[in-house]
């Protein structure tokens, strides 16, 4: 059974950081490219971040560039996302996601398995 389990939200004021992680099982993490995905309440699910399966690649949301952070240790299975400068308005419930890549779709990722996600809030 194939399980991702994002880790590490939690509640935090502008400008501090977080880390985030997602642990897989039942699956090699080094056969998948990855991504990082956010959901704010009344808000549609936003591509965050996206890692090749070598962890080469990556690509991120204009409006997390600089900040952000994603990078994998497919020893342990697990990836990470770095959260710096952190706004309110990265206030969302984020979630990991594995499939293949798909570069000339609206984010580069197509998705084959969802975490079920962890929050983050970000006060002012």
């Known amino acids: 059974q194939v399980q991702l389990v994002e880790s590490g939200g939690g509640l935090v004021q502008a400008g501090d950081s977080l880390r985030l992680s997602c642990v897989l099982s039942?699956?090699?993490?080094?056969?998948?490219?990855m991504g990082w995905f956010r959901q704010a309440p009344g808000k549609d699910r936003e591509f965050v971040a996206f890692?090749?399966?070598?962890?080469?690649?990556?690509s991120y949301v204009d409006s997390v560039k600089g900040r952000f952070t994603v990078t994998r240790d497919n020893a342990k299975n697990t990836a990470f996302l770095q959260m710096n400068s952190l706004k309110p308005e990265d206030t969302a419930v984020y979630f990991c996601?594995?499939?293949?890549?798909?570069?000339?779709?609206?984010?580069?990722?197509?998705?084959?398995?969802w975490g079920k996600g962890t929050q983050v809030t970000v006060s002012s």
């Open positions: 996601a594995i499939g293949v890549p798909d570069y000339g779709g609206a984010f580069p990722l197509r998705v084959d398995y």
């Open positions: 039942g699956r090699s993490l080094s056969s998948y490219s």
């Open positions: 890692n090749s399966w070598s962890g080469n690649r990556t």
